[in-house]
């Protein structure tokens, strides 16, 4: 789940052959294949228009598929320092760095390792310029964007819209002076989530009328995130022509920054079933917690969609081993009734979960496996223990 909330997952994939009792619990397992098909789609798409294609790290940050990674984009975008780090230690090529606001003791640091820097105001951009200027004499290249408003909504939830009102992400398009692009050689925007390629053509055309003045100077536009293009659905022939048209008007790069179309249906979370009380409806205490493991599940909300699920038979209320009264995951009826101990899996889990884990409660943390589903090899990459519970408090 993104930044903007409403998932669409549910595709099991190849999972349905993947031995749930073959990893520890609880476990991210993450099918290497499907992401080399989401990659693969993304490369094509980037190959056929001529975008450069950046892997959004907020999203989907499991650096040990980096080399896949890298094989297929650009390069990533950052949200930060840490991130930048992050990008400049695992993945290599090219680096965007946008965030809503920067502190001036990390910039330096940000501009050595990113391509393009984002600003979310004129006003950073402005108190900063003194120490992009510093970098630069010190040899450092860095390209200058500004983030914008489109000021036209295409979310379907006003907590998750970036164009809703008083919205503090991009300058809203209305308000862009002459004077702001000094110093600045692209826009960049992200409105979108789990979107089809007609919000995004939508939003250009609600735009162009006003970016049209400034667009003469400018060297490239990064359309963020949000972009489902590795769907089936989606219409990537019409993102093609949409992108080589703007290059070839514009005379443009443009930028796409997909994350979770990188990851999209390629990752499950897999639990244990650890008690089943009753209380009015039948009740299932699992290894999962949707506040420390799944928290768009409570934040958003949402209902991940379980591996082999049906909608007959037993209904069982799951949720997680916490002591927050909501950390409830959602009604499931499996295939066969739960018994204590039994595993079961939620799919779709691979982006905005990992990245959003948390040690709540002292609730462990997931493990996290590779899977290759046409040589059913499993790796396990990494555990968790004690320690990464502690060394996060003193
Ligand atoms: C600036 C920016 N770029 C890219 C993304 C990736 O979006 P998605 O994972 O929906 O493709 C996000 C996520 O919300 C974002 O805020």
């Given at each position: 789940?993104?930044?903007?909330?409403?998932?669409?997952?549910?595709?099991?994939?190849?999972?349905?052959?993947?031995?749930?009792r073959?990893?520890?619990?609880?476990?991210?397992?993450?099918d290497?294949?499907?992401i080399?098909?989401?990659?693969?789609?993304?490369?094509a798409?980037?190959?056929?228009?001529?975008a450069?294609?950046l892997?959004?790290?907020?999203?989907?940050?499991?650096?040990?598929?980096a080399?896949?990674?890298?094989?297929?984009l650009d390069g990533?975008?950052?949200?930060?320092?840490?991130?930048?780090?992050?990008?400049?230690r695992?993945?290599?090529?090219?680096?965007?760095?946008?965030?809503?606001?920067?502190?001036?003791?990390?910039?330096?640091?940000?501009?050595?390792?990113?391509d393009?820097?984002?600003?979310?105001?004129?006003?950073?951009?402005?108190?900063?310029?003194?120490?992009?200027?510093?970098?630069?004499?010190?040899?450092?290249?860095v390209?200058?964007?500004?983030?914008?408003?489109?000021?036209?909504?295409?979310?379907?939830?006003?907590k998750?819209?970036?164009?809703?009102?008083?919205?503090?992400?991009?300058?809203?398009?209305?308000?862009l002076?002459t004077?702001?692009?000094?110093?600045?050689?692209?826009?960049?925007?992200?409105?979108?989530?789990?979107q089809?390629?007609?919000?995004?053509?939508?939003?250009?055309?609600?735009?162009?009328?006003?970016i049209?003045?400034?667009?003469?100077?400018?060297?490239?536009?990064n359309?963020?995130?949000g972009?489902?293009?590795?769907?089936?659905?989606?219409?990537?022939?019409?993102?093609?022509?949409f992108?080589?048209?703007?290059?070839t008007?514009?005379?443009?790069?443009?930028?796409?920054?997909?994350?979770?179309?990188?990851?999209?249906?390629?990752?499950?979370?897999?639990?244990?079933?650890?008690?089943?009380?009753k209380n009015d409806?039948?009740?299932?205490?699992?290894?999962i917690s949707?506040?420390?493991?799944?928290?768009?599940?409570?934040?958003?909300?949402?209902?991940?969609?379980?591996l082999?699920?049906t909608?007959?038979?037993?209904?069982?209320?799951?949720?997680?081993?916490s002591?927050?009264?909501?950390?409830?995951?959602?009604?499931?009826?499996?295939?066969?009734?739960?018994?204590?101990?039994?595993?079961?899996?939620f799919?779709?889990?691979?982006?905005?979960?990992m990245?959003?884990?948390?040690?709540?409660?002292?609730?462990?943390?997931?493990?996290?496996?590779?899977?290759?589903?046409?040589t059913?090899?499993?790796?396990?990459?990494?555990?968790?223990?004690y320690?990464?519970?502690?060394?996060r408090l003193?």
């Amino acid at each position: 789940m993104s930044d903007f909330g409403l998932p669409q997952s549910g595709d099991e994939g190849d999972f349905g052959k993947f031995d749930l009792r073959s990893v520890p619990s609880p476990c991210f397992v993450m099918d290497e294949v499907a992401i080399e098909r989401n990659l693969a789609i993304l490369a094509a798409v980037k190959a056929q228009s001529g975008a450069k294609v950046l892997l959004a790290l907020k999203a989907f940050s499991m650096f040990s598929l980096a080399p896949l990674v890298r094989t297929y984009l650009d390069g990533t975008c950052a949200s930060g320092l840490f991130e930048a780090q992050l990008a400049n230690r695992h993945y290599g090529g090219s680096l965007t760095t946008f965030c809503a606001g920067y502190k001036p003791q990390d910039l330096p640091e940000i501009i050595k390792l990113s391509d393009h820097l984002i600003f979310n105001s004129v006003g950073q951009k402005d108190r900063f310029s003194s120490i992009v200027e510093t970098m630069r004499a010190a040899g450092e290249q860095v390209s200058i964007g500004l983030r914008i408003n489109p000021e036209h909504s295409e979310g379907h939830t006003e907590k998750y819209d970036p164009c809703a009102p008083c919205s503090r992400l991009g300058i809203p398009v209305s308000q862009l002076r002459t004077s702001d692009f000094v110093d600045v050689e692209g826009i960049h925007m992200h409105t979108l989530c789990e979107q089809g390629f007609e919000p995004l053509e939508r939003t250009w055309a609600a735009i162009l009328p006003k970016i049209e003045p400034y667009l003469a100077n400018l060297k490239w536009i990064n359309f963020g995130g949000g972009h489902h293009i590795t769907r089936p659905d989606y219409n990537r022939d019409g993102l093609i022509e949409f992108i080589k048209d703007i290059r070839t008007k514009h005379q443009v790069d443009v930028y796409l920054e997909p994350g979770e179309a990188s990851a999209i249906d390629a990752g499950i979370l897999v639990g244990e079933v650890l008690d089943l009380p009753k209380n009015d409806k039948q009740l299932a205490i699992t290894d999962i917690s949707a506040t420390c493991h799944m928290p768009d599940v409570i934040e958003a909300p949402y209902r991940p969609a379980m591996l082999g699920e049906t909608n007959k038979g037993t209904s069982f209320l799951l949720g997680g081993p916490s002591c927050l009264a909501g950390d409830i995951i959602g009604e499931y009826q499996p295939a066969a009734p739960f018994e204590i101990g039994d595993r079961f899996a939620f799919l779709d889990q691979a982006h905005y979960s990992m990245v959003k884990t948390n040690t709540f409660n002292g609730v462990p943390l997931p493990a996290i496996a590779i899977w290759n589903s046409q040589t059913n090899q499993t790796r396990l990459i990494k555990q968790f223990g004690y320690d990464d519970f502690e060394q996060r408090l003193s």
